[in-house]
């Protein structure tokens, strides 16, 4: 049963994007930004509802009030694609930090680039990170909400914390609010895997780190705020009445995985 929910929920999952692709291609290039902007947010919003109705996930949101209305930073715990989707309908005008290569994906990528999104050539070095500031400055200057995962890429469950030095960059140069966000979604959507199991996610939004500390203080603050946080969540879930798989890493103590 497991298997063929897993599998009717990637069914649904691409002929969701298919259907909203197909519908609106025709008009692609007479979109204003916010209708581009409401498109992925009923993707998204679509994709979560069948996650629920078809793989029985549903997603519990605590500290949602943190969530801001204007400029600032968010920066979440990356463990699976489920976060890429999750966050954008919660927010008012959001902004994804993307590597350049899906945002040349066919369609798919089209449609980001029309939303606004920065992409972000990871191996451009100084001159990518000057663009990265460029692009996020301008954002916020429109009081987007600019979406960083600070670790690059997806971690799996309980993996020691990897944090990139893209998310100090833009703390530095944008002195917004930086808002971050402990999640458990790689237990119930493992990274680089068919399975979906069926639980609840739980986003937790966390006390914002205003802006203005030195650059250690707040990679120190950051990961102090968020990696305790995760582990909590990935704790409770596996206490729970039906606990999805639990990786070997995520019950190792917190001090092994520093």
């Given at each position: 049963m497991l298997i063929i929910r897993s599998f009717l929920f990637h069914i649904a999952f691409y002929?969701?994007?298919?259907?909203?692709?197909?519908?609106?291609?025709?008009?692609?290039?007479f979109l204003p930004h916010s209708a581009a902007i409401l498109i992925v947010k009923a993707w998204t919003a679509t994709t979560m509802w069948a996650l629920r109705v078809v793989a029985g996930i549903s997603i519990?949101?605590?500290?949602?009030?943190?969530l801001p209305k204007n400029a600032a930073l968010i920066a979440?715990?990356?463990?699976?694609?489920?976060?890429?989707?999750?966050?954008?309908?919660?927010l008012k005008?959001?902004?994804?930090?993307?590597?350049?290569?899906?945002?040349l994906i066919p369609l798919f990528g089209w449609y980001t680039w029309k939303a606004g999104m920065i992409a972000v050539d990871r191996a451009g070095g100084s001159k990518a990170l000057r663009k990265l500031a460029a692009d996020s400055k301008a954002a916020a200057a429109e009081g987007k909400q600019i979406i960083l995962f600070p670790e690059g890429t997806?971690?799996?469950?309980?993996?020691?914390?990897?944090?990139?030095?893209?998310?100090?960059?833009?703390?530095?140069?944008?002195?917004?609010?930086?808002?971050?966000?402990?999640l458990n979604a790689g237990l119930y959507w493992p990274r680089r895997s068919f399975m979906r199991y069926p639980?609840?996610?739980?986003?937790?939004?966390?006390?914002?780190?205003?802006?203005?500390?030195?650059?250690k203080t707040f990679?120190?603050?950051?990961?102090?705020?968020?990696?305790?946080?995760?582990?909590?969540?990935?704790?409770?879930?596996?206490?729970g009445a039906h606990p999805p798989p639990i990786p070997a890493a995520a019950a190792r103590p917190a001090a092994a995985k520093a």
């Amino acid at each position: 049963m497991l298997i063929i929910r897993s599998f009717l929920f990637h069914i649904a999952f691409y002929a969701i994007m298919a259907v909203i692709i197909v519908v609106t291609l025709p008009f692609y290039f007479f979109l204003p930004h916010s209708a581009a902007i409401l498109i992925v947010k009923a993707w998204t919003a679509t994709t979560m509802w069948a996650l629920r109705v078809v793989a029985g996930i549903s997603i519990e949101i605590r500290g949602l009030e943190r969530l801001p209305k204007n400029a600032a930073l968010i920066a979440p715990k990356h463990q699976s694609a489920f976060e890429t989707m999750a966050l954008f309908p919660l927010l008012k005008d959001p902004t994804f930090v993307m590597k350049r290569q899906l945002m040349l994906i066919p369609l798919f990528g089209w449609y980001t680039w029309k939303a606004g999104m920065i992409a972000v050539d990871r191996a451009g070095g100084s001159k990518a990170l000057r663009k990265l500031a460029a692009d996020s400055k301008a954002a916020a200057a429109e009081g987007k909400q600019i979406i960083l995962f600070p670790e690059g890429t997806r971690r799996p469950v309980g993996a020691p914390p990897d944090y990139k030095f893209g998310i100090i960059h833009l703390y530095r140069e944008l002195k917004v609010p930086v808002i971050p966000i402990a999640l458990n979604a790689g237990l119930y959507w493992p990274r680089r895997s068919f399975m979906r199991y069926p639980g609840t996610i739980i986003i937790e939004v966390l006390e914002p780190i205003p802006p203005g500390l030195d650059s250690k203080t707040f990679l120190a603050r950051l990961i102090a705020t968020i990696e305790p946080a995760t582990d909590r969540l990935v704790a409770e879930a596996a206490a729970g009445a039906h606990p999805p798989p639990i990786p070997a890493a995520a019950a190792r103590p917190a001090a092994a995985k520093a």
